[in-house]
């Protein structure tokens, strides 16, 4: 089975910290992707790689990087964490040739 | 570029009842649809997918969607749902001349009652 695991299921932070949020995935998966999700707005892409040290910004990258150093992991670095940041962020992988996305749990952040 | 549109947010519905849970999209290219579904303080699983070929697909716990080319639907059935069936239910394309991207509808929230 595949599996997406992310550090933390629940973290609370204070506005202007910097926040890691770690994915991990152990399929061997070229591609990977944080998302967040927020009620009545469904899932918003932020980034993703489709490869080491490779990233694309997705549809909502302000206030936010990643870093992919290794192929099973995946981080996304909110530099200085603001309330409006306050959310469910997904992480997902897939295979280049198959578009077929796994997720992880999620990770709900509240900043305060 | 492509988008998809999930009409409804909420959708109440008895136990043991039919349900249609209703997905348009849009795109000029060719299109692979998926639906996915997330059940309480979990993550997305993968509930079927089109990718070419029967129009109709079938996937787990009963489901099923038709791809409809001239209507861009891609609505999800299932004739006769359970209390466990209690979940949001998302809509994806990934259109073949977007990357490696799936854009998302906004979810559709299935709430069966007793």
């Known amino acids: 089975d595949v599996k997406v695991t992310q550090s933390s299921r629940y973290l609370v932070k204070r506005t202007g910290e910097k926040v890691f949020l770690e994915c991990v995935q152990d399929?061997?998966?070229?591609?990977m992707f944080w998302y967040r999700q927020d009620p009545g707005l469904g899932l918003r892409l932020i980034y993703f790689s489709y490869d080491v040290k490779m990233k694309e910004k997705g549809d909502i990258p302000e206030g936010y990087s990643v870093s992919r150093e290794k192929k099973e992991r995946f981080s996304l670095i909110l530099e200085s964490a603001s309330t409006n940041q306050t959310s469910m962020y997904l992480c997902a992988s897939s295979f280049q040739s198959t578009y077929e996305q796994y997720f992880g749990p999620g990770t709900r952040l509240t900043v305060t | 570029a492509q988008s998809v549109t999930q009409l409804d947010s909420q959708v109440p519905v008895f136990e043991e009842a039919p349900v249609e849970l209703r997905c348009n999209y849009s795109s000029s290219v060719s299109v692979y649809l998926f639906w996915y579904v997330q059940y309480p303080n979990q993550g997305l699983q993968l509930l079927l997918k089109y990718l070419s070929g029967s129009t109709l697909v079938k996937g787990i716990n009963g489901f099923e969607a038709e791809f409809n080319k001239s209507q861009t639907s891609f609505h999800l059935r299932k004739p006769s749902v359970h209390i466990s069936d209690t979940a949001e239910y998302f809509c994806a394309i990934h259109s073949t001349g977007g990357g490696n991207k799936l854009t998302f509808g906004t979810g559709t929230q299935l709430k069966v009652e007793l």
């Open positions: 399929m061997d998966h070229e591609n």
